[in-house]
């Protein structure tokens, strides 16, 4: 290469670079160029697709239709509801009735919780402290409750509380107090109190054993460096293995107030299917009222405003939920 060409800014690498630039520019446009729509992933799953909203969309789309009609045994025979608009919506807001079961499904569900999530923690720690022998009888019990059928657990706590044959009362008789053929379902707190101690019962394998599981995932060189500086117990629980285990929580608490909110099984099957007034869930009552009372569209209107109450209950956490997951 001669002097003169570098004064004249003639460099064989900008001649090579120069030359090269329209293949880069061509390599550009073809990665950024629109790609082709393949049909073919869509229609694989369309099937499916197809058959969930068939299963899922029509009884919501019923549920949702019927909850604007009067339909009752005379509509059932006519094969032809009666749209009235959002009277039946008004007149289950206007209920005494409705408001007081609603209230008493709303503590009866948070009380569920907060026993389920609180043993079900307490349990979990226990099983990262305890000797691994201990761990797997533990482990096993939890799953063989975990895969006891619902209707026989709650046959087993009905038996336990029975007005002839309970074990409870037995117990309770050989302390030397007079409790012959109690039945503890007269009063409602005891009563709930049985029932939500069997809901609780069942919780409580779930809720234990997803908590160990996120619990073994916490370093523990985090916990020794803590524990060096001088921190106690519960120090490392609120600043170390809460925040890291809180969106654990935040799925067990929702899952668990959904669960607990709709209880129905428990209630029915401890009271014989006869449930009293003021035994009344949200689940009982609008089932009493669809085939009770064969009043099918307040039932409807019940069960939607059951699903709104939920929504309202859990959003907070839904929200958090999809917060830590867009973090």
């Given at each position: 290469?001669?002097r003169?060409?570098?004064?004249e800014?003639?460099?064989?690498?900008?001649?090579?670079n120069?030359?090269r630039?329209?293949?880069l520019?061509?390599g550009?446009?073809?990665?950024?160029?629109?790609?082709?729509?393949?049909?073919?992933?869509?229609?694989?799953?369309?099937?499916?697709?197809?058959?969930?909203?068939?299963?899922?969309?029509?009884?919501v789309?019923?549920?949702?239709?019927?909850?604007?009609?009067?339909y009752?045994?005379a509509?059932?025979?006519?094969?032809k509801?009666?749209?009235i608009?959002?009277?039946?919506y008004?007149?289950?807001l206007?209920?005494?009735?409705?408001?007081?079961?609603?209230?008493r499904?709303l503590l009866f569900?948070?009380?569920?919780?907060?026993?389920?999530?609180?043993?079900g923690?307490w349990?979990?720690?226990?099983?990262v402290?305890?000797?691994?022998?201990?761990?797997?009888v533990?482990n096993g019990?939890?799953?063989?409750?975990?895969?006891?059928?619902?209707?026989?657990?709650?046959?087993?706590?009905?038996?336990?509380?029975?007005?002839d044959?309970?074990?409870?009362?037995?117990?309770?008789?050989?302390?030397?107090?007079?409790?012959?053929n109690h039945?503890?379902f007269?009063?409602?707190?005891?009563?709930?109190?049985?029932?939500?101690?069997?809901v609780?019962?069942?919780?409580?394998p779930?809720?234990?054993?997803?908590?160990?599981?996120?619990?073994t995932?916490v370093p523990?060189?985090?916990?020794?460096?803590?524990e060096?500086?001088?921190?106690?117990?519960?120090?490392?629980?609120?600043?170390?293995?809460?925040?890291?285990?809180?969106p654990?929580?935040?799925?067990?608490i929702?899952?668990?107030?959904?669960?607990?909110?709709q209880v129905?099984s428990h209630?029915w099957?401890?009271?014989?299917?006869?449930p009293?007034?003021e035994?009344?869930?949200m689940a009982i009552y609008a089932?009493?009222?669809s085939f009770?009372?064969?009043?099918y569209?307040?039932g409807?209107?019940i069960s939607?405003?059951?699903?709104f109450a939920?929504i309202g209950?859990?959003g907070?956490?839904l929200r958090?939920?999809?917060?830590?997951?867009?973090?």
């Open positions: 290469m001669r003169g060409d570098l004064l800014g003639k460099s064989p690498l900008l001649t090579i120069f030359l630039r329209p293949q520019s061509t550009l446009a073809r990665i950024t160029s629109p790609r082709r729509f393949k049909p073919w992933p869509y229609l694989l799953i369309a099937p499916s697709l197809i058959a969930l909203g068939i299963i899922l969309g029509f009884p789309y019923k549920l949702i239709s019927l909850s604007f009609e009067r009752g045994l509509e059932i025979i006519a094969g509801g009666t749209f608009g959002l009277e039946n008004r007149e289950t206007k209920d005494p009735e409705f408001w007081r079961i609603l209230r499904s569900t948070f009380g569920m919780v907060s026993v389920s999530i609180v043993v923690g349990l979990a720690h226990l099983m402290k305890m000797h691994p022998g201990l761990r797997r533990l019990v939890l799953i063989l409750v975990w895969a006891m059928p619902q209707l026989v657990s709650i046959s087993v706590w009905r038996w336990l509380f029975s007005f044959f309970s074990i409870v009362t037995a117990l309770i008789n050989s302390l030397g107090f007079e409790m012959d039945n503890y007269v009063n409602t707190f005891s009563g709930f109190m049985i029932i939500g101690g069997c609780a019962w069942g919780a409580l779930f809720i234990t054993i997803s908590i160990y599981a996120a619990l995932q523990k060189d985090l916990i020794e460096a803590a060096i500086d001088g921190a106690n117990s519960r120090q490392v629980f609120r600043n170390i293995i809460l925040p890291m285990l809180l654990v929580y935040i799925i067990l929702s899952l668990s107030t959904i669960w607990d909110f129905f209630i099957i401890f009271l014989d299917s006869r009293s007034a035994y009344y869930t089932f009493q009222k009770g009372l064969s009043e569209g307040m409807s209107a939607l405003i059951m699903i939920l209950v859990t907070y956490y958090q939920m999809m917060r830590m997951g867009d973090e």
